[in-house]
Protein backbone atom coordinates (compact mmCIF):
# COMPACT_ATOMS: atom_id res chain seq x y z
CA UNK A 1 0.00 0.00 0.00
CA UNK A 2 1.22 3.58 -0.87
CA UNK A 3 2.12 5.76 1.73
CA UNK A 4 -0.33 8.20 2.45
CA UNK A 5 -0.24 12.53 3.42
CA UNK A 6 -3.40 11.97 6.27
CA UNK A 7 -5.75 14.67 6.07
CA UNK A 8 -6.92 13.68 9.63
CA UNK A 9 -5.25 11.95 12.60
CA UNK A 10 -7.06 9.98 14.59
CA UNK A 11 -5.99 9.52 18.24
CA UNK A 12 -6.89 6.72 20.19
CA UNK A 13 -5.53 6.55 24.30
CA UNK A 14 -5.55 2.37 25.27
CA UNK A 15 -5.92 0.76 28.80
CA UNK A 16 -6.90 -2.66 29.15
CA UNK A 17 -9.61 -2.82 27.15
CA UNK A 18 -8.98 -6.30 25.29
CA UNK A 19 -12.79 -6.60 25.36
CA UNK A 20 -13.79 -4.02 23.14
CA UNK A 21 -10.61 -2.83 20.98
CA UNK A 22 -11.03 -4.42 17.67
CA UNK A 23 -14.88 -3.19 17.78
CA UNK A 24 -12.87 -0.08 17.49
CA UNK A 25 -9.99 -0.45 15.43
CA UNK A 26 -12.45 -2.24 13.08
CA UNK A 27 -14.83 0.88 12.78
CA UNK A 28 -11.53 3.44 12.14
CA UNK A 29 -9.99 1.24 9.62
CA UNK A 30 -13.47 0.83 7.42
CA UNK A 31 -14.02 4.32 7.51
CA UNK A 32 -14.87 5.89 4.21
CA UNK A 33 -12.10 8.41 4.00
CA UNK A 34 -9.30 6.59 3.32
CA UNK A 35 -6.28 8.88 3.88
CA UNK A 36 -6.18 9.08 7.96
CA UNK A 37 -3.47 8.13 10.44
CA UNK A 38 -4.60 6.02 13.58
CA UNK A 39 -2.54 6.43 16.67
CA UNK A 40 -2.94 4.31 19.20
CA UNK A 41 -1.34 4.86 22.36
CA UNK A 42 -1.50 1.71 24.89
CA UNK A 43 -0.89 3.36 28.46
CA UNK A 44 0.69 0.44 30.37
CA UNK A 45 -1.88 -2.39 29.44
CA UNK A 46 -1.30 -5.59 31.01
CA UNK A 47 -4.08 -7.53 29.47
CA UNK A 48 -3.80 -8.41 25.71
CA UNK A 49 -4.80 -5.02 23.83
CA UNK A 50 -1.15 -4.05 22.20
CA UNK A 51 -0.86 -7.78 20.98
CA UNK A 52 -4.44 -7.22 19.12
CA UNK A 53 -3.18 -3.49 17.98
CA UNK A 54 0.04 -5.32 16.73
CA UNK A 55 -1.98 -7.66 14.89
CA UNK A 56 -4.18 -5.01 12.90
CA UNK A 57 -0.10 -2.66 12.75
CA UNK A 58 0.96 -5.80 10.40
CA UNK A 59 -2.05 -5.21 7.64
CA UNK A 60 -2.32 -1.56 7.89
CA UNK A 61 0.02 0.48 7.25
CA UNK A 62 -1.78 3.63 8.46
CA UNK A 63 -2.15 2.66 11.90
CA UNK A 64 0.73 3.62 14.20
CA UNK A 65 0.94 2.36 17.91
CA UNK A 66 2.88 3.60 20.81
CA UNK A 67 3.93 2.07 23.59
CA UNK A 68 3.75 4.89 26.38
CA UNK A 69 4.31 3.11 29.82
CA UNK A 70 1.84 4.39 32.73
CA UNK A 71 1.73 7.83 31.95
CA UNK A 72 -2.26 8.40 31.94
CA UNK A 73 -4.64 8.92 29.42
CA UNK A 74 -3.84 13.19 29.24
CA UNK A 75 -0.84 12.64 28.54
CA UNK A 76 -1.57 10.08 26.17
CA UNK A 77 -3.43 12.37 24.03
CA UNK A 78 -1.11 15.46 24.44
CA UNK A 79 1.61 12.77 22.76
CA UNK A 80 -0.47 11.87 20.32
CA UNK A 81 -1.33 15.76 19.30
CA UNK A 82 2.43 16.10 19.07
CA UNK A 83 2.70 12.77 16.89
CA UNK A 84 0.25 13.56 14.70
CA UNK A 85 0.20 14.65 11.10
CA UNK A 86 -3.09 15.49 9.67
CA UNK A 87 -4.46 18.26 9.11
CA UNK A 88 -7.63 17.86 11.22
CA UNK A 89 -7.41 15.78 14.90
CA UNK A 90 -9.99 13.22 16.18
CA UNK A 91 -9.91 11.61 20.06
CA UNK A 92 -11.42 8.12 20.00
CA UNK A 93 -11.97 6.15 23.54
CA UNK A 94 -10.81 3.10 22.87
CA UNK A 95 -14.00 0.90 24.15
CA UNK A 96 -16.05 3.24 22.00
CA UNK A 97 -16.64 3.17 18.42
CA UNK A 98 -17.86 5.13 15.14
CA UNK A 99 -19.74 5.24 12.03
CA UNK A 100 -17.80 4.19 9.03
CA UNK A 101 -18.57 7.78 7.22
CA UNK A 102 -18.49 9.58 9.88
CA UNK A 103 -14.67 11.36 9.54
CA UNK A 104 -15.51 11.55 5.82
CA UNK A 105 -18.46 13.39 6.92
CA UNK A 106 -16.94 16.05 9.55
CA UNK A 107 -13.91 16.27 7.10
CA UNK A 108 -15.84 17.51 4.01
CA UNK A 109 -18.13 20.01 6.65
CA UNK A 110 -14.84 21.04 8.15
CA UNK A 111 -13.31 21.75 4.29
CA UNK A 112 -16.35 23.24 3.15
CA UNK A 113 -17.17 25.56 5.64
CA UNK A 114 -13.47 26.67 6.89
CA UNK A 115 -14.34 25.15 10.34
CA UNK A 116 -11.73 25.56 13.39
CA UNK A 117 -14.34 22.38 14.65
CA UNK A 118 -17.19 19.98 13.74
CA UNK A 119 -19.06 18.27 16.47
CA UNK A 120 -21.78 15.61 16.15
CA UNK A 121 -24.47 13.94 18.19
CA UNK A 122 -23.60 10.27 20.00
CA UNK A 123 -25.37 7.06 20.65
CA UNK A 124 -25.35 5.94 24.11
CA UNK A 125 -24.45 2.31 24.52
CA UNK A 126 -25.60 -0.90 26.64
CA UNK A 127 -25.29 -4.52 26.87
CA UNK A 128 -29.17 -5.24 25.53
CA UNK A 129 -30.00 -1.56 24.37
CA UNK A 130 -29.22 1.85 22.49
CA UNK A 131 -30.19 5.40 23.85
CA UNK A 132 -29.47 8.09 21.07
CA UNK A 133 -28.97 11.96 22.92
CA UNK A 134 -31.82 14.21 20.95
CA UNK A 135 -31.29 17.49 20.56
CA UNK A 136 -33.95 19.53 20.08
CA UNK A 137 -32.12 21.60 17.24
CA UNK A 138 -31.68 21.92 13.59
CA UNK A 139 -29.66 19.40 11.45
CA UNK A 140 -26.61 21.67 10.71
CA UNK A 141 -26.04 25.24 13.09
CA UNK A 142 -22.89 26.86 12.76
CA UNK A 143 -21.10 29.48 15.38
CA UNK A 144 -19.13 32.50 14.75
CA UNK A 145 -17.16 34.35 16.61
CA UNK A 146 -18.89 35.83 19.39
CA UNK A 147 -21.36 32.97 19.48
CA UNK A 148 -18.50 30.86 20.05
CA UNK A 149 -17.72 32.08 23.02
CA UNK A 150 -20.90 33.36 24.20
CA UNK A 151 -22.79 30.42 23.82
CA UNK A 152 -20.72 26.82 23.11
CA UNK A 153 -17.64 28.45 25.64
CA UNK A 154 -19.71 29.66 27.92
CA UNK A 155 -21.77 26.66 27.71
CA UNK A 156 -18.60 24.70 28.44
CA UNK A 157 -17.94 26.54 31.91
CA UNK A 158 -21.39 26.50 32.98
CA UNK A 159 -25.29 27.08 33.05
CA UNK A 160 -27.05 29.69 33.84
CA UNK A 161 -30.82 30.42 34.22
CA UNK A 162 -33.35 28.14 32.35
CA UNK A 163 -30.44 26.05 31.54
CA UNK A 164 -30.05 24.70 34.92
CA UNK A 165 -33.28 22.68 34.36
CA UNK A 166 -32.55 21.66 30.70
CA UNK A 167 -28.84 21.79 30.08
CA UNK A 168 -29.07 20.65 26.87
CA UNK A 169 -25.50 20.41 24.27
CA UNK A 170 -23.48 21.01 27.47
CA UNK A 171 -22.47 17.11 27.90
CA UNK A 172 -22.14 17.26 23.98
CA UNK A 173 -19.80 19.68 24.19
CA UNK A 174 -17.36 18.82 27.64
CA UNK A 175 -16.49 15.59 25.72
CA UNK A 176 -13.25 15.67 23.33
CA UNK A 177 -14.65 12.73 20.97
CA UNK A 178 -17.00 12.90 18.69
CA UNK A 179 -15.35 16.26 17.62
CA UNK A 180 -13.03 17.17 14.56
CA UNK A 181 -10.62 19.69 15.59
CA UNK A 182 -8.41 21.99 13.67
CA UNK A 183 -4.63 20.50 14.44
CA UNK A 184 -2.54 23.58 13.83
CA UNK A 185 -4.86 25.73 16.34
CA UNK A 186 -3.92 22.69 19.14
CA UNK A 187 -0.82 23.12 18.39
CA UNK A 188 0.13 26.50 17.45
CA UNK A 189 -1.44 27.44 20.86
CA UNK A 190 -0.05 24.62 22.84
CA UNK A 191 -3.07 23.42 24.03
CA UNK A 192 -2.70 20.05 26.56
CA UNK A 193 -4.79 17.89 28.49
CA UNK A 194 -4.31 18.59 32.60
CA UNK A 195 -3.41 15.36 33.87
CA UNK A 196 -5.90 13.46 36.07
CA UNK A 197 -3.48 13.26 39.13
CA UNK A 198 -3.84 16.82 39.26
CA UNK A 199 -8.41 17.36 38.26
CA UNK A 200 -9.49 13.60 38.79
CA UNK A 201 -12.09 13.70 36.06
CA UNK A 202 -13.38 16.10 33.09
CA UNK A 203 -9.80 16.56 31.88
CA UNK A 204 -11.98 16.75 28.40
CA UNK A 205 -14.10 19.47 29.72
CA UNK A 206 -10.92 21.44 30.55
CA UNK A 207 -9.10 20.77 27.26
CA UNK A 208 -12.26 21.82 25.34
CA UNK A 209 -12.84 25.06 27.53
CA UNK A 210 -8.84 26.46 26.75
CA UNK A 211 -9.76 25.37 23.33
CA UNK A 212 -12.84 26.81 22.21
CA UNK A 213 -11.38 30.35 23.63
CA UNK A 214 -9.63 30.15 20.26
CA UNK A 215 -12.11 28.78 17.86
CA UNK A 216 -13.83 31.53 15.45
CA UNK A 217 -16.23 29.04 13.64
CA UNK A 218 -17.75 26.03 14.69
CA UNK A 219 -20.42 23.63 13.35
CA UNK A 220 -22.87 21.30 14.95
CA UNK A 221 -24.35 18.32 13.51
CA UNK A 222 -27.21 16.89 15.03
CA UNK A 223 -26.24 13.49 13.55
CA UNK A 224 -25.65 10.65 15.70
CA UNK A 225 -22.23 9.03 14.44
CA UNK A 226 -20.29 8.52 17.31
CA UNK A 227 -21.00 5.14 20.01
CA UNK A 228 -20.22 5.90 23.74
CA UNK A 229 -20.04 2.23 25.63
CA UNK A 230 -21.33 2.92 29.15
CA UNK A 231 -20.93 -0.74 30.24
CA UNK A 232 -17.16 -0.85 30.87
CA UNK A 233 -16.70 -2.07 34.30
CA UNK A 234 -12.61 -1.05 34.25
CA UNK A 235 -13.38 2.80 32.85
CA UNK A 236 -12.35 5.82 34.82
CA UNK A 237 -15.37 6.81 35.13
CA UNK A 238 -16.14 3.60 36.79
CA UNK A 239 -14.07 3.77 39.86
CA UNK A 240 -14.12 5.24 42.93
CA UNK A 241 -11.69 7.70 43.51
CA UNK A 242 -11.17 8.81 47.13
CA UNK A 243 -9.46 12.01 46.15
CA UNK A 244 -12.01 13.55 43.74
CA UNK A 245 -13.03 15.87 46.33
CA UNK A 246 -9.65 17.89 46.87
CA UNK A 247 -9.28 17.46 42.60
CA UNK A 248 -12.31 18.84 41.94
CA UNK A 249 -11.14 22.01 43.60
CA UNK A 250 -8.35 22.28 41.65
CA UNK A 251 -10.66 21.46 39.04
CA UNK A 252 -12.65 24.67 39.38
CA UNK A 253 -10.34 26.70 40.08
CA UNK A 254 -8.21 26.28 36.63
CA UNK A 255 -11.69 27.82 35.24
CA UNK A 256 -11.99 30.42 37.69
CA UNK A 257 -8.63 31.50 36.71
CA UNK A 258 -9.02 31.10 33.19
CA UNK A 259 -12.12 33.22 33.44
CA UNK A 260 -10.14 36.15 35.29
CA UNK A 261 -7.21 35.79 32.96
CA UNK A 262 -9.60 36.39 29.87
CA UNK A 263 -11.75 38.90 31.82
CA UNK A 264 -14.69 37.34 30.83
CA UNK A 265 -18.16 39.15 31.78
CA UNK A 266 -19.94 38.23 34.80
CA UNK A 267 -22.34 35.82 33.31
CA UNK A 268 -19.21 33.25 33.04
CA UNK A 269 -18.89 33.31 36.69
CA UNK A 270 -22.46 32.96 36.89
CA UNK A 271 -22.19 29.58 35.19
CA UNK A 272 -18.76 28.30 36.94
CA UNK A 273 -20.88 29.45 40.19
CA UNK A 274 -23.99 26.97 39.07
CA UNK A 275 -21.32 23.97 37.70
CA UNK A 276 -19.43 24.12 41.02
CA UNK A 277 -22.73 23.96 42.68
CA UNK A 278 -24.37 21.19 40.52
CA UNK A 279 -21.04 19.17 40.28
CA UNK A 280 -22.21 18.42 44.11
CA UNK A 281 -24.77 15.66 42.90
CA UNK A 282 -21.83 13.98 40.58
CA UNK A 283 -19.28 13.54 43.61
CA UNK A 284 -22.24 12.62 45.51
CA UNK A 285 -23.39 9.90 44.04
CA UNK A 286 -19.37 9.13 43.75
CA UNK A 287 -19.93 8.36 47.41
CA UNK A 288 -22.73 6.34 47.25
CA UNK A 289 -21.44 4.37 44.51
CA UNK A 290 -21.48 0.43 45.34
CA UNK A 291 -17.71 0.78 43.98
CA UNK A 292 -17.05 3.27 47.53
CA UNK A 293 -17.30 0.10 50.53
CA UNK A 294 -16.95 2.47 53.39
CA UNK A 295 -20.24 2.41 55.88
CA UNK A 296 -23.37 4.49 55.33
CA UNK A 297 -22.33 6.37 58.30
CA UNK A 298 -19.43 7.16 56.63
CA UNK A 299 -20.88 7.87 53.62
CA UNK A 300 -23.07 10.41 55.14
CA UNK A 301 -20.26 11.77 56.77
CA UNK A 302 -17.98 12.41 53.69
CA UNK A 303 -21.64 13.73 52.35
CA UNK A 304 -21.69 16.30 54.88
CA UNK A 305 -17.83 17.37 54.38
CA UNK A 306 -18.49 17.98 50.65
CA UNK A 307 -21.74 20.13 51.17
CA UNK A 308 -19.52 22.30 54.06
CA UNK A 309 -17.04 23.16 51.54
CA UNK A 310 -16.26 26.91 52.02
CA UNK A 311 -16.30 27.25 47.88
CA UNK A 312 -19.19 25.02 47.71
CA UNK A 313 -21.21 27.03 50.33
CA UNK A 314 -20.49 30.37 48.44
CA UNK A 315 -21.31 28.89 45.67
CA UNK A 316 -24.71 27.77 46.69
CA UNK A 317 -25.68 31.57 48.24
CA UNK A 318 -25.84 32.21 44.70
CA UNK A 319 -27.53 29.41 43.21
CA UNK A 320 -31.67 30.19 42.25
CA UNK A 321 -33.57 27.04 42.75
CA UNK A 322 -36.70 28.28 40.71
CA UNK A 323 -35.27 26.91 37.24
CA UNK A 324 -35.09 23.82 38.64
CA UNK A 325 -37.64 20.89 38.17
CA UNK A 326 -39.25 20.08 41.26
CA UNK A 327 -37.59 16.76 42.39
CA UNK A 328 -33.67 18.42 41.84
CA UNK A 329 -34.71 22.11 43.51
CA UNK A 330 -35.87 19.40 46.66
CA UNK A 331 -32.25 17.75 46.44
CA UNK A 332 -30.68 21.47 46.05
CA UNK A 333 -32.27 22.79 48.86
CA UNK A 334 -30.81 19.79 51.00
CA UNK A 335 -27.19 21.14 49.74
CA UNK A 336 -27.93 24.27 50.40
CA UNK A 337 -29.71 23.88 53.86
CA UNK A 338 -26.60 21.26 54.49
CA UNK A 339 -28.85 18.41 55.32
CA UNK A 340 -26.49 15.82 54.51
CA UNK A 341 -29.13 12.97 55.81
CA UNK A 342 -31.87 13.66 53.61
CA UNK A 343 -29.21 14.65 50.80
CA UNK A 344 -28.09 10.82 51.02
CA UNK A 345 -31.27 9.29 51.11
CA UNK A 346 -31.81 11.23 47.57
CA UNK A 347 -28.15 10.26 45.76
CA UNK A 348 -28.64 6.57 47.32
CA UNK A 349 -32.30 6.61 45.58
CA UNK A 350 -30.59 8.20 42.39
CA UNK A 351 -27.62 5.24 42.42
CA UNK A 352 -30.35 2.62 42.96
CA UNK A 353 -32.29 3.70 40.07
CA UNK A 354 -29.30 4.27 37.98
CA UNK A 355 -27.91 0.53 38.37
CA UNK A 356 -31.09 -0.89 37.40
CA UNK A 357 -30.71 1.04 33.81
Known amino acids: MKKITPEVSIVVPVFNVENYIERCVKSIISQTLKTIEIIFLDDGSTDNSLNILRDYEKKDERIQIFDCGEIGVSKCRNKGIELSSGKYIMFVDSDDWIDSNMVEVMYKKAEENKLDLVMCSYIREFKDHSKEKIFNLPEEIIYKEDKVKNE ?206
Not at 189 to 203: P, Q, R, T, W
Open 152 to 357: LLRKLVGPVKEELSNPEMLDALGTVWGKLYRADILKENKLKFVDLNEIGSAEDTLFNIFTFNYLKKVMFLNKPMYHYWRDNPKSVTSQYNPKLKEQRKVFFKYISDFIKENNFEQVFEEALNNRICTSVLGLGLIECSKNNKISRINKIKNIKIIINEEYIRNAYKNLELKYFSIHWRIFYFFIKNKMSFCSYLMLSTIEFLRAKI
